[in-house]
């Protein structure tokens, strides 16, 4: 069983949480990677290991309770103590009010809140009895205000930002670090190029998100002495309106 602190990156896609996982894993932590589909991780595991990290993936449903519970009891049994849990999951889509289904609605609600309910309450199960951990959930601009067309969304992310308030009350006293990170503003991925093509042009002059700008951020929250903890922090380009 490896001796290396943990860190646990749930919805460790190709952009904010691949690059989490990657900041965390130089710095010496182990890096469990997961996704619904186990196999979209091989591209970010190989850059990990190539990097000179140590990096396991994992395929798990963030909104199933058996296969987090398992996911975690696999981890800290095989791997090592989870120190770092990242919620990332997010389930972002764009429908007027009228065209949302429920299904459509149920399951944003799932993927961006249940799910992170799941995963934070099984991250502080293991750290409670130590005393000690970080728990951060992304948030976004919809963690506080929704928007035409972003029902949906804006009603998982004001949900999750919720949990992230009630944990971090609960859980602070007793040395577990929760906070949440409200990215407002446009990242650097795909979604957003194919989405948002204006916005994603201002790329070249630093008009949307970098990643690994923002898991620099999110490993910086994890290093603050508790003296001077977050709860939650907003990040967003310098052009962007709030």
């Not at 996704?35 to 979209?40: G, L």
């Not at 798990?60 to 049994?77: M, P, S, V, Y």
């Not at 249940?114 to 919809?142: D, N, S």
Request: glycine share 10%.
């Amino acid at each position: 069983m490896s001796k290396k602190k943990v860190v646990v990156v749930m919805g460790a896609g190709d952009a904010t949480g691949g690059a989490v996982a990657r900041r965390f894993a130089r710095e010496g932590y182990f890096a469990c990677v997961c996704r619904r589909n186990v196999d979209k991780l091989q591209p970010l595991v190989a850059r990990i290991e190539q990097e000179g990290g140590e990096v396991r993936a994992f395929g798990a449903d963030g909104r199933k309770e058996d296969q987090i519970a398992t996911l975690f009891a696999t981890i800290e049994n095989e791997i090592g103590p989870v120190e770092v849990c990242v919620f990332n999951v997010g389930g972002n889509v764009r429908f007027p009010v009228i065209e949302t289904t429920s299904r459509v609605y149920y399951k944003v609600w799932e993927m961006g809140c249940f799910a992170g309910f799941l995963t934070g309450r099984e991250a502080a199960r293991y750290m409670l009895p130590r005393g000690q951990g970080t728990i951060l959930f992304t948030g976004a601009t919809a963690s506080l205000r929704g928007a035409s067309g972003f029902s949906a969304f804006a009603g998982a992310k004001f949900a999750l930002r919720a949990l992230a308030q009630s944990m971090a009350r609960e859980f602070s006293p007793q040395g577990i670090h929760v906070s949440h990170v409200v990215i407002d503003g446009a990242i650097d991925t795909e979604w957003i190029e194919n989405m948002f093509p204006q916005r994603y042009a201002t790329k070249a002059h630093d008009g949307i998100l970098n990643p690994d700008d923002i898991a620099e951020v999110y490993w910086q929250i994890h290093r603050q002495p508790r003296s001077a903890w977050t709860h939650e922090m907003d990040l967003r380009p310098w052009v962007e309106k709030f």
